[in-house]
């Protein structure tokens, strides 16, 4: 396998290009011949009430030295900020590159997800992803992913190192993975890492593989990044890049991150079960052998754990056994462990959790509390 030759911005120069004047839409097509109106890579971008953030970002993937064109699709999913009139001035600077799509209502709220409407308008032979509050530091990212894609016909998808962090200043680098021995990363990692292997802002996979990411969403999952992973990464792995390209913003305004954190459990049984359905689903969508069931029974148990867990917590008696209660289709047999750890209540309710386990033991769940002393 080869990546060919990475010439990248080291991160210690990223401030002097940021602060470096922005090429004109006239300069960033010069470079590109004859194939304006062919992009090679389309930039999905997708934000809600980011202004403190979608400028960055936007900058950044203008800043991107290609010899290839490129489309930039932003979804604004009803911004009830500026974020919208931010947009709006780089839409006006940039027609033939920056391509918004306004939504009037928005669309998380209605139980749709703009990522997924927004790859539907890609153009690209590739699609690289980057959220609002996210932005590139690399300017020569996307010609380094399409290059290590263009060279390895049997992966398709790529991904970088990032920084993490509240800010540039304090960005430390993030990843999972050592830069010697997993440049490629096979598909069994992906299925186990739940999404947390490979940050979302530097993903570039090919246009092709939407059909396959629409088919394994149709359940509607809570969060799309798993699963569009594990699509574009069947059969045979990605491709690590171990280089720094892109930053993370930790905990930013109008992120999923921020808001599923206020969730309430009503939201959070309906988001365990979508996410169920499309883990059973994806199993025959993508014709994955019995091989896996074991491996998919664990990814299940720990969403279900972890969504017991908060009911437990939160005193919600009923809502913990609408989920002990749930039957997964395809998984006979599950045996549910959940572990309180130190800190848990010795309340009265603790008592009723104990008697409720008993009562259904001889069932499809086994509920172990640990309660550990203080």
Not at 12 to 22: A, E, G, P, R, T
Not at 236 to 253: E, H, L, M
Request: proline share 3%.
């Amino acid at each position: 396998m080869t990546y060919g030759i990475f010439v990248s911005v080291e991160l210690k120069d990223y401030k002097n290009i940021v602060s470096s004047q922005l090429p004109s839409e006239e300069e960033i097509i010069a470079s590109w011949g004859d194939t304006v109106d062919n992009p090679i890579v389309t930039i999905s971008c997708t934000t809600f009430n980011q202004e403190a953030y979608i400028e960055d970002a936007i900058i950044s993937f203008l800043r991107q030295k290609t010899e290839f064109p490129y489309e930039i699709l932003v979804h604004d999913d009803a911004s009830t900020d500026k974020t919208k009139e931010i947009i709006l001035r780089y839409e006006l600077l940039y027609p033939k590159i920056v391509k918004p799509l306004y939504q009037s209502v928005n669309q998380y709220s209605q139980g749709k997800k703009p990522s997924l409407i927004n790859l539907k308008r890609a153009n690209g032979k590739y699609i690289a992803l980057c959220e609002g509050d996210d932005f590139w530091v690399d300017s020569n990212k996307l010609s380094i992913q399409v290059n290590v894609l263009e060279r390895n016909m049997d992966i398709d998808l790529c991904f970088t190192e990032a920084l993490c962090g509240k800010s540039f200043d304090d960005g430390i680098i993030f990843t999972r993975l050592n830069p010697i021995t997993d440049s490629r990363v096979s598909f069994e990692n992906v299925l186990t890492a739940d999404g947390g292997l490979m940050p979302t802002a530097s993903l570039m996979f090919r246009r092709s593989k939407t059909k396959l990411i629409e088919q394994v969403t149709e359940g509607n999952p809570p969060v799309v990044d798993y699963f569009l992973q594990v699509a574009t990464s069947f059969p045979n792995g990605a491709i690590f890049i171990p280089q720094v390209t892109c930053f993370y913003r930790v905990n930013s305004i109008g992120s999923w991150s921020v808001r599923s954190k206020h969730e309430g459990l009503d939201e959070t049984f309906k988001n365990l079960v979508s996410y169920i359905s499309c883990v059973v689903a994806f199993k025959d969508k993508l014709g994955l052998e019995d091989d896996f069931d074991d491996l998919l029974n664990i990814k299940v148990l720990s969403r279900i754990d972890k969504a017991a867990r908060k009911a437990f917590i939160m005193g919600s008696f009923c809502t913990f056994k609408r989920i002990l209660k749930l039957r997964i289709g395809g998984y006979p047999n599950i045996k549910f462990q959940l572990i309180f750890l130190r800190g848990v209540s010795n309340s009265k309710f603790l008592f009723d959790m104990a008697r409720f386990a008993y009562r259904i033991r001889r069932g499809l769940y086994i509920l172990v509390i640990r309660r550990h002393s203080r």
